[in-house]
Nanobody, 121 residues
């Protein structure tokens, strides 16, 4: 069992930055692929980025070049640095842990409660 807790969301103006954190507890964190997803009101949950324990990453085209995922296995924490934020980035952001390096949210076993990110124009 893995417990995930996100933090770092908030309100920011377009062009600004935020850093989200996802703290994990429970089973061995470093063995899991860690992903970030987001869900805007009225829309389906959307893949943002995934990272393996060894540092392989894959980004959605919509965030490539603006968002950066990193993880500190010693602290059981994964981060999402978000720069050049746009109003369309507004969503609840979720971190997730799974055994596969995938963009499919159904393949992730554990989810955090989410953190709201709001980007004003």
């Amino acid at each position: 069992q893995v417990q995930l807790v996100e933090s770092g969301g908030g309100l920011v103006q377009a062009g600004g930055s935020l850093r989200l954190s996802c703290a994990a507890s429970g089973r061995t964190f470093s063995s899991y692929a860690m992903g970030w997803f987001r869900q805007a009101p009225g829309k389906e949950r959307e893949f943002v980025v995934v990272s393996t324990w060894s540092g392989d990453t894959y980004y959605a085209d919509s965030v490539k070049g603006r968002f950066t995922i990193s993880r500190d296995n010693a602290k059981n924490t994964v981060y999402l640095q978000m720069n050049s934020l746009k109003p369309e980035d507004t969503a609840v952001y979720y971190c997730a842990a799974g055994n596969r390096f995938t963009t499919l949210f159904g393949s992730y076993d554990y989810w955090g409660q989410g953190t709201q990110v709001t980007v004003s124009s």
